[in-house]
């Protein structure tokens, strides 16, 4: 019999705490076959943030820090520069980095830290049971904006990818979708761009998945994708938005 | 022995060094000292202070509230700590800034012309240097053997000519008080 | 041990780090602590050490919790104001049971206040701070060589017990100068075997199989037995402390004292100077201070009324904090009084004996 799917070696055996149908599994998925790929497991380090992925810090099988709420980029700049000979990531939700630790992306982003940063937006806050993100679309409901998001008083979505592509310090930035098989393939090649270039030292490397949240969308996870995909990728669109290694 | 020495002067006019000298030289001669200087707002434009303690005891309070030994260099400074010198003290003031005397029975006073005979020396910024010679002619407290050990070990490579003029402006201060 | 060296307690404290062995900091600048940030930041580069000036205190000791998890020594500091905001991540380097030390030169608050020296932090400083079932180590020096000394202290008693550790000075204690003698600085092999004390748990390169490790440095048990036998190990671990940890030193106890006085920092060289005044006039006035405010020196403040001390002043440059631990440690043996300076203002030795004298 021939194995056509293993489980990555980045990863440890224990069973995600997902929802089913959540894209946080495929993501983790795809990170840990590039680093298995990449064969940078044993030299890699990872901080998992707050939010439904905080046991990220179990399911990587390298060193990980459990981060505070929105602090993974500053924490992830302790650890580069502890260890400088490591490859560090961070994985984050929209919530985490773009509400309470808006400062702090923004920040390692313009020192330009040599760390990864993987950014899951599902427009909404999924562990706390479905608030309002920085990332919810105009008009969209959600438990804290009942009537829908009303851009004229908290103002519209924020654009991670658009917004540190103003600075001059990050490598390699680029928004990709995890709603198709061949649009995750090609998430899978930003991954793997962004560990490489973090593995050769070039700087600082951001990719953003556009998700979905089936659970605190109420949608049952085929129809949190095609919603995904009429809403959110007109506003947030697919696209490498830098490529220093390119130019 | 304790000396409470305040220095106080225009932001610029140096007091705060007048205080690092001095504790430096009597750290040297193996005495207990601090240097407690005012920070913030007040530095600017305001008056700068620095309380030193030179002792022969352990220093506990490095804070001076009576100084026996004040330098006051400008007019505000005079005004304000003048009347808090302790009685048998000593006062020393800048001339050129300072027009109006305070004219206590109970303590010393020396005044001086400090800027004029800093420029006659050649550098208005060894007026500090005068407030120096004048304080250890009077009390002693550190010998001018140090200081100029002191002065010639960072200056006499850098900027010979400045460590000329900041012994002169020394001597010149301690013949003042003779 | 070097020659004295007249120094700031700001400079003297950054200096000292460096010596023993720190060799990441991450600060953000505030009056009046910001001479140790530009220590750091002219000399970390030079002891081939990392510097990096972070976007906020926030993002200060978060980069803290990264490096300590990474078995590093390690240091932030900054002032009250800062302080407050570094509580969130002090309260997860506890939980992780990481090593760090803090830095607070303490100024005068609530809010902004000013930037005068002040003790208003003492509460916070003593019971965690931040959120959740934890303590602080925490160093309280009374002079720019004791600042000094501290710095090893600290990063040794922050390893032993895995624990922040905070040096609480103030503002007088940071823009002071005086003679400080520096201990030799530890070479980079010294350094590598102190931290390699912690490379049995914290993020470090991996080995390939059979020996690949996977450490987590976190603060979060989602069960709750789980995180009942977490807090409770965390609670022999403070216990630990207080039988061994206590600091503090005596200013002329003797069975003959009238008084006893308690006061610690920049507070206690004044009540120092008053008894020396007091006892010029053959007045016999002793002193406690604690050196470590936590573990509170409960015992040795109790162990320093003598027969004849009918009263216990306590002097602090607050509203009156630490006069609730002094309360626990006399426990009701003789009455206990409290005198305060608030607003950046410091007591002089004349207020201090003029009240001691009240009770005389
Ligand atoms: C300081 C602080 N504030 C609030 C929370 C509660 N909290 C936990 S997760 C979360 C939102 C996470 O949302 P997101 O980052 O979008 O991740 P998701 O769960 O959607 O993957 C919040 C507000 C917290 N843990 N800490
Ligand atoms: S709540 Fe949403 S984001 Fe969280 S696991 Fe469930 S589906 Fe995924």
Redesign the interface.
């Known amino acids: 019999m021939q194995v056509v799917a293993t489980r990555p070696k980045s990863l440890t055996d224990l069973q995600f705490t997902y929802c089913p149908g959540c894209l946080h599994g495929v993501a983790h998925r795809l990170i840990a076959e590039v680093m298995d790929e990449l064969d940078i497991r044993n030299e890699t380090m990872g901080v998992a943030p707050v939010g439904c992925s905080v046991f990220a810090y179990k399911f990587f099988d390298c060193d990980m820090q459990e981060a505070a709420h929105g602090r993974a980029p500053a924490v992830a700049t302790g650890m580069k520069r502890a260890r400088p000979d490591m490859h560090v990531f961070t994985y984050q939700g929209d919530g985490d980095l773009a509400a309470i630790g808006t400062a702090e992306i923004i920040h390692a982003a313009n020192r330009g830290e040599h760390i990864t940063v993987f950014f899951v937006n599902n427009a909404i806050y999924g562990m706390t049971g479905g608030q309002m993100a920085p990332t919810s679309l105009p008009g969209m409901k959600t438990t804290t904006s009942p009537y829908g998001r009303d851009v004229d008083d908290i103002g519209y979505p924020i654009r991670v990818c658009e917004l540190l592509d103003s600075l001059v310090a990050p490598f390699y930035i680029e928004r990709v979708s995890l709603l198709s098989p061949a649009e995750i393939i090609k998430a899978k090649r930003a991954v793997k761009k962004a560990l490489l270039y973090n593995k050769e030292e070039r700087g600082f490397t951001f990719v953003e998945f556009v998700s979905t949240c089936p659970t605190n969308w109420g949608m049952d996870p085929m129809k949190a994708r095609d919603w995904a995909r009429e809403n959110m990728l007109p506003f947030f669109k697919a696209q490498k938005f830098r490529d220093k290694g390119e130019e | 022995m304790r000396h409470d020495i305040l220095c106080s002067g225009f932001g610029g006019q140096g007091a705060l060094t007048i205080g690092?000298f001095i504790?430096?030289a009597a750290?040297a001669e193996g005495k207990?000292?601090?240097?407690?200087?005012s920070?913030?707002p007040e530095m600017r434009g305001g008056t700068a202070n620095v309380s030193v303690v030179v002792s022969d005891a352990e220093?506990?309070?490095?804070?001076v509230?009576f100084p026996n030994v004040l330098v006051a260099l400008n007019q505000p400074s005079l005004d304000k700590f003048g009347p808090e010198v302790k009685a048998g003290g000593l006062m020393i003031a800048n001339t050129d800034m300072c027009p109006n005397k305070l004219g206590r029975k109970d303590i010393t006073e020396y005044y001086a012309p400090m800027n004029t005979i800093a420029k006659e020396i050649g550098n208005e910024k060894v007026l500090n240097m005068i407030a120096i010679g004048m304080i250890i002619g009077h009390t002693k407290m550190v010998s001018y053997e140090t200081l100029e050990k002191d002065l010639s070990a960072f200056l006499l490579k850098k900027n010979p000519q400045l460590l000329e003029m900041n012994l002169k402006a020394i001597k010149h201060g301690m013949d003042l008080v003779k | 041990m070097g020659k004295k060296v007249l120094m700031k307690g700001n400079e003297a404290i950054a200096e000292a780090a460096i010596r023993a062995g720190c060799r990441l900091y991450f600060a953000y600048p505030i009056t009046p602590q910001s001479e140790l940030i530009e220590y750091m930041a002219k000399m970390m580069p030079k002891a081939d050490g990392v510097f990096v000036q972070a976007e906020s205190e926030v993002a200060a000791i978060n980069m803290v919790y990264g490096a300590a998890g990474c078995g590093r020594r390690v240091m932030t500091s900054s002032s009250s104001p800062g302080i407050s905001l570094k509580q969130e991540g002090i309260s997860y380097i506890a939980g992780a049971q990481l090593p760090a030390v803090i830095v607070n030169v303490a100024r005068g608050g609530p809010g902004l206040g000013d930037i005068q020296p002040a003790q208003g932090d003492y509460f916070q400083a003593t019971r965690g701070g931040g959120h959740g079932d934890y303590y602080v180590i925490c160093l309280a020096p009374n002079s720019v060589q004791e600042f000094a000394d501290m710095a090893s202290l600290a990063f040794d008693l922050a390893d032993k017990y895995r624990n922040p550790v905070m040096i609480l000075a103030d503002g007088l204690l940071g823009q002071m100068m005086e003679p400080v003698e520096f201990k030799d600085a530890l070479t980079p092999e010294e350094i590598l075997e102190k931290e390699k004390q912690h490379w049995d748990w914290c993020c470090r390169p991996n080995e390939d199989e059979p020996n690949h490790h996977h450490h987590e440095i976190n603060s979060l048990e989602i069960d709750p037995k789980e995180l009942e036998k977490h807090v409770l190990r965390l609670g022999e671990k403070y216990d630990l402390i207080r039988e061994n940890e206590c600091r503090w030193e005596n200013y002329n106890v003797n069975d003959d004292n009238e008084l006893l006085c308690c006061a610690y920092g920049t507070a206690s060289r004044i009540v120092k100077s008053a008894i020396d005044q007091l006892k010029e006039e053959g007045k016999n006035v002793g002193m406690v201070r604690p050196i470590s405010v936590w573990p509170f020196p409960y015992q040795q403040v109790a162990a320093g009324v003598g027969p004849k001390v009918k009263r216990v002043v306590t002097f602090e440059l607050n509203l009156g904090q630490m006069v609730e631990d002094v309360k626990l440690a006399i426990n009701g043996k003789v009455p206990v009084e409290f005198m305060g300076k608030v607003g950046g203002l410091v007591f002089t030795p004349e207020d201090v004996k003029a009240e001691i004298e009240k009770y005389l």
């Open positions: 690092k504790a430096k750290m207990f000292v601090s240097w407690l200087p920070y913030g220093i506990a309070s490095p804070i509230s």
